[in-house]
């Protein structure tokens, strides 16, 4: 049975104009086109194909990959709609970088944040060691500095040096203005740690710059204009845990001195490190997964109180760790490939 245009496109919810559309692009050509007044025609068959092309057309798939979709099996489809998928996951978070400083530089003399200067202390003391050293390529610079995010509900410190991630969060006693994102060199704000940690709040504003007020004094620090790496993503990319453990950190931290890697035999009432050391854990799941040393030591020395929770996905993906004591603070840190 043949169905007019009109017919169709009620059926698979499409436009005429879309359809005369697709028709011209040679993506759904009708079944039959009458030859004395053109009218399109078109066979419920078609339907699938129609749909299917709908709904790529919904998530705004270009039209040569939609091509390339209406004729490839449900698994290339898959592939194809995932990768258009993060590159529009990538496209929005530049976007919202870039309208956020664009309302930053606009209205940043609007933007304040007073916070606990003992816990403004903490978190730069915990954030700026995860920058990598200042490097003079323009990835070397973005990774010497902290990204500060300030909103009304949290100010959110972040570092990393591609092989660790440390996101501190900290919560204003009180906000003023619109919302800002801002890099500032780890090793300036490292300097006034002490600084903030003798005052009972400090005050930050931005102002084209970064200036924290603690009473009668305050202290300027410069900004980085640059894109920093979509720390975010990374987060949300992460999948449940398959292994969670919770062992005494000192104590970890003290047998991973001077070693290069280690191997962690993780199950649920024990952390092993070859047959000379074992210690007492509780936890979920089982695991061998590798670590250098110094990279894991970094994330503990970081964390506060006498446990330590370490979250494993899978030994090649990157491994949250976690103070038991402290859940504004959070480390990434990458494993590394054990041989044999």
């Given at each position: 049975m043949r169905l007019t245009i009109s017919e169709f496109a009620r059926l698979v919810g499409l436009a005429p104009s879309a359809l005369r559309f697709y028709d011209d692009c040679g993506l759904l050509p009708p079944a039959e086109v009458d030859a004395t007044?053109?009218?399109?025609?078109y066979d419920k068959s078609q339907q699938p194909r129609a749909r299917l092309l709908r709904d790529l057309?919904?998530?705004?798939?270009?039209?040569?990959?939609?091509?390339?979709?209406?004729?490839?099996s449900p698994s290339e489809v898959a592939d194809l709609v995932r990768a258009h998928l993060r590159t529009l996951e990538a496209k929005s978070t530049a976007t919202r970088t870039a309208a956020t400083r664009l309302l930053t530089n606009l209205l940043s003399q609007k933007t304040t944040a007073l916070l606990g200067g003992p816990e403004l202390a903490s978190a730069i003391r915990q954030v700026t060691p995860t920058a990598a050293p200042p490097g003079e390529e323009d990835l070397g610079l973005v990774l010497s500095c902290v990204l500060i995010e300030l909103g009304p509900d949290e100010v959110t410190?972040?570092?990393t040096d591609r092989y660790r991630l440390a996101v501190r969060?900290?919560?204003?006693?009180e906000f003023g203005g619109v919302a800002a994102r801002l890099l500032v060199r780890a090793?300036?704000?490292?300097?006034?740690?002490r600084w903030a940690a003798a005052g009972d709040v400090v005050r930050v504003e931005v102002n084209g710059g970064l200036t924290l007020v603690r009473g009668e004094e305050s202290r300027e620090l410069q900004t980085v204009d640059a894109e920093y790496p979509?720390?975010?993503?990374?987060?949300?990319?992460?999948?449940?845990?398959a292994c969670r453990v919770v062992v005494d950190r000192l104590r970890l931290l003290d047998v991973l001195a001077g070693r290069d890697v280690v191997a962690l035999d993780i199950d649920q009432q024990s952390l092993r490190i070859g047959d000379e050391v074992k210690l007492d854990a509780i936890g979920t799941g089982s695991v061998r997964i590798g670590f250098t040393a110094s990279l894991l030591?970094?994330?503990?020395?970081?964390?506060?109180?006498p446990d330590v929770l370490l979250e494993i996905c899978e030994p090649a993906r990157p491994v949250v760790v976690r103070s038991a004591d402290q859940g504004t603070f959070t480390t990434l840190v990458m494993p590394v490939r054990l041989d044999g």
């Open positions: 007044n053109g009218y399109r025609y057309r919904e998530i705004d798939l270009p039209l040569p990959d939609v091509r390339l979709a209406l004729d490839a410190f972040v570092a969060t900290v919560r204003p006693v090793d300036e704000l490292a300097q006034v740690s979509a720390y975010g993503q990374i987060l949300d990319g992460l999948t449940p845990p030591a970094a994330a503990l020395e970081a964390s506060v109180g």
